[in-house]
């Protein structure tokens, strides 16, 4: 066994040459040339040049290429599989580094995931009967009152008693809906018809006459005089 880089070195510089001198002979360049004497192998192209290059540069400098060669082989290509350099080795585990950098923090942003989901479940299953989604989100309440609607039916509304403040007087037109807040109600209906209406989101149950007049509270509704 002997250093393939060293013995080429020492042939070289024994006759005097520079690269640029043995480039022009061997038509190889000299980053090439170089990298044969530093036994930098992965910077040439491909596993063919090393030894073509290896056997032409030996040859150039009086030596026998084949054994150059053959060294080369048996010291890094074992069973057709080629066994790279130190360096190369070291830049093969710094990239497997990287990637195994990749994947833990790829599996530690899923765990993480799932972890902020478990969290939302049990939150869910133990703090009450709303879902998930729900629970992240503010509860707002539907608006408090009377609601009314009905095609063609008039309707008069006082807060109180006949003699309250008057919320809303007129006929009711298709699709319309209206809602006046409050909790006691005085009512004059005139030409009922489909009337529907609501306090506070329970139904008024109101008797089947096309003219009527009717108090509404949240305990009860009665005919007024």
Known sequence: MFELGNSL??????????????????????????????????????????????????????????????????????????????????????????????RRAVVLALVGMTALAALVIVAWKFGGTSSPTQSLLPQVSAPQGLRFSGAGTYIEVRRGSSTGSVLYEGTLRSGESNLVTGKRFWVRIRHQNGLRMTLDGKTVSLPGRKTLTVLVTPSSTALAG
Do not use: M
């Not at 036994?39 to 040859?59: I, R, S």
């Not at 082989?73 to 710094?94: I, K, T, Y």
């Open 9 to 102: 070195r020492e042939a070289r510089t024994r006759q005097g040459l520079e690269f640029s001198q043995a480039e022009l002979a061997t038509k190889i360049r000299a980053k090439y040339l170089r990298a044969l004497e530093e036994e930098h192998f992965d910077v040439l192209p491909a596993e063919t040049y090393v030894k073509g290059f290896l056997h032409a540069y030996a040859d150039f400098l009086g030596l026998d290429g084949q054994l150059y060669v053959d060294e080369y082989e048996s010291r890094f290509v074992a069973e057709g599989f080629v066994d790279a350099p130190a360096h190369r080795r070291s830049r093969q585990r710094q990239r497997q580094h990287g990637l195994s950098f990749e």
